[in-house]
């Protein structure tokens, strides 16, 4: 199997990977809409993610926690299902939401009666201290009356719209800090959304992510703080809008890291649709059932809220961090320099957190009552990562253009029998070099990036630059070979590809 033919492998999903329980609903679910698995897995993490994220976290020893807040991004033509599957599952939260409003309703008349009495005292008490004060009177007593019914002030009630699809990037700070602070930015035709104001300013979402928080300051009206919150987004859309975005867009969006925080599946990359096997139960009980668990989770995330309770904690099964570990070690080798992963470090550096997140939302939507990830789940979530880091991978090399590291790296790769060594001259790479980086004023940044990144080394000799290319993934019996050098000339080919002494 060429590496071609992997790599599209690997963007296939394998309805196998799943947690019994997930695949149980998916299968029912394409049982009675005829959507693709793909969509109806992603569609599903996202609903149930929302559905769990302001009640639990996964708390490992001594490390920061991790909230259930997922970040989705689903690519797929018109026509898909994708609409279908995303009111089907929101179906719950519409219901609740409806019942939050008609609440917030009796909330809201029962305030407005009890502020008008209150705003009645506290103006009879504003004017005695006032008259007071006045007449150069002991303010004491009327200064006590006056703040303690100022501690008295009826509080407004929150409208719990935890939903919201098209905001601003202001309106959507606004929701989050000054609204009810479990929110989601979900919408199934995302086109508008991604090319709008939210996607403008990338880092404010990684703030989201992590929960930090942050003090909005607006010169029109009064700054607030965000805080105490949880937030996620789920959008789908059309692949062609996507593609077409701007390169600078693009690398903003990359560069500050919120790309290797969105996990996106792009249905057309997909070669064989996912098969689903096994037997399953359909009947009306099953989507009842997953109704009954998003609902609960639901209910008891409002009820923590309320009640001002912390999130509830999730840790690992001994196994299950013994599985952790070992892929962590895994992943730090994939992101070092030659590693499958070193030029996707960002998001390879995101894969564990992304994985845990994943790995308790199959664990408390499986088994509400438990707070143990278990092996199974964790490793379901580190499989699932890995469709979703090489869907990822597969569209940032379609989608963008070249760093001039990038640019170089491949250049003295595939110049490399050519050269008959590991050892560049630099003039010969701004003469025959790629094009965009003929000139020192980009190619010298770009090799002092490579050079930090232990993939070059710098050196002059005899008044000549020299670029050595250490991380070449060619070793030297291969390159022996491609240039036709006798085995006992092989040792200058060696010594080449060996880093100086600084």
Known sequence: MNNKNKINHELNLKFDILPRHIRHWASHLHNITGVAIEIIVVTLLAFLGLACQDLYCVQLKNKQRSLLALYLLLLSRSGSGKSTIFRLLKTPFAQQEREFEDVYREELKAYERINILWEAEFNVLKRLYKKTLSKGEDTTETSKKLEEWIGRQPKVPVRKVIITTNPTSEALAKSIGLGYQNKALFNDEAT???????FNNPALLNT???????????????SFVIENYVFSYFLAMQPQPYDNTSRQKKANIRETGLQARTQMIDMEQIIEPCIINGDYTHSEAVLSELYSVITR??????????NGDE????????????????TSLSLQQKMKPGGSLFP????????????????GIFQVSGEPDSTIITKENLLSALNLMDWFVNHAITKIDSTRELSDEEKILFWLESHLVENGSYDFRRNDIIKKGPRSIRCSERLIPALEKLKSKGMVQLFEEAGINYVKFIGSTMNPVELAAKTNTPIHQTGPLTLSKLARPE
């Open 344 to 359: 996707y470090d960002d998001l390879g550096a995101r894969i564990i957190e992304q994985g845990l997140r994943m790995a």
């Open 208 to 222: 989201y992510w992590c929960g930090d928080k942050v003090t909005i300051d607006r010169a029109a009206t009064e």
């Open 192 to 198: 508008a959304v991604y090319k709008g104001s939210v």
């Open 311 to 326: 999130l509830i904690k999730l840790s690992l099964a001994p196994d299950a961090q013994e599985l952790l570990d070992t």
């Open 297 to 306: 989770h639901i209910k008891a995330g409002v009820k923590r809220r309320e």
